[in-house]
């Protein structure tokens, strides 16, 4: 398993996409924070409402002052989090970077090399969840160090927020982007089509699928899984500071479907040829 570990890690450290998305990300938030800074900033308002551009939150219009007292009362740590993830943004990158890097494994005949090698279909599925869930760590890892920084640098005035739910942060989107994880090397490895898996990647991070299913089976009054105890669904109403039981839920929510996906992966693999 370490030997299949080690050429997972050299292949994602020579890939161009890893450095793509990972910018992606950081101009994102970088972007939303610039305009959060906009928006308190008299000499840069001017400008722009000069154009029509009118301030609002919830509802009213408010001048800078007003916006930041409001965002004074504000942790950091949930603004970072209505920035890309709990739209499910940060979701649909590590879906796509999951079909890429597991589909590319089809399309040049390296699972099949692997798999005349090595039999154990458990180990191939392993690996690549740990890959994937390392890049997704460092992911998250460099979006809060960018987040902190450019608060600073802007001179945004959020509420500071406590390294304890900084780490709460990390555990439940990491282990909520590792169950899209799962769910997607399951359908790379069912379907093993680029177009479809990142097509599938799209639909299923963003949380799209989910929200058509529940809308039917609601109209219908048909039993379904609880939203809650979805993985695109456990966050979507969650704030910070997160209380225990949402928190919970939110791991618990992660490492169960992780759990199931990882396993009806290796179940694929074993019933189907390479």
């Known amino acids: 398993m370490f030997d299949m570990m080690r050429m997972d890690f050299r292949r994602i450290l020579k890939?161009?996409?890893?450095y793509i998305c990972l910018l992606i990300l950081?101009?994102?938030?970088?972007?939303?924070?610039?305009?959060?800074?906009l928006s308190i900033d008299e000499q840069m308002r001017s400008s722009i409402e000069a154009g029509g551009a009118v301030f609002m939150m919830n509802g009213e219009e408010m001048t800078g002052e007003q916006l930041a007292a409001a965002y004074a009362k504000i942790p950091a740590i949930d603004i970072l989090s209505t920035t890309i993830f709990r739209g499910g943004f940060f979701f649909i990158i590590i879906a796509v970077l999951t079909s890429l890097f597991i589909c590319s494994d089809f399309d040049s005949g390296f699972a099949k090399n692997i798999f005349s090698l090595r039999n154990r279909r458990f180990t191939y599925v392993l690996s690549k969840w740990i890959a994937m869930q390392s890049v997704s760590l460092v992911f998250i890892l460099f979006l809060i160090g960018e987040f902190i920084l450019f608060c600073h640098m802007f001179g945004l005035p959020f509420r500071e927020t406590p390294l304890e739910e900084y780490a709460k942060f990390t555990l439940i989107f990491?282990?909520?982007?590792?169950?899209?994880?799962?769910?997607?090397t399951f359908v790379s490895v069912l379907f093993r089509n680029k177009a479809v898996s990142v097509g599938a990647a799209l639909l299923l991070a963003s949380g799209t699928v989910l929200t058509i299913i529940d809308s039917i089976t609601t109209a219908l009054k048909l039993d379904f899984i609880p939203y809650d105890?979805?993985?695109?669904?456990?966050?979507?109403?969650?704030?910070?500071?997160?209380?225990?039981?949402?928190?919970?839920?939110?791991?618990?929510?992660?490492?169960?479907?992780?759990?199931?996906?990882?396993v009806l992966s290796i179940f694929i693999l074993q019933k189907k040829d390479i």
Do not use: H, N, R
């Open 229 to 262: 105890f979805t993985l695109y669904g456990c966050i979507q109403d969650i704030s910070f500071p997160v209380t225990a039981e949402k928190f919970s839920l939110c791991v618990g929510t992660g490492l169960v479907w992780t759990f199931v996906w990882l």
């Open 26 to 37: 950081l101009v994102t938030i970088a972007g939303f924070l610039f305009i959060f800074k």
């Open 15 to 18: 890939s161009k996409s890893i």
């Open 174 to 184: 990491w282990l909520t982007g590792g169950g899209f994880s799962a769910m997607l």
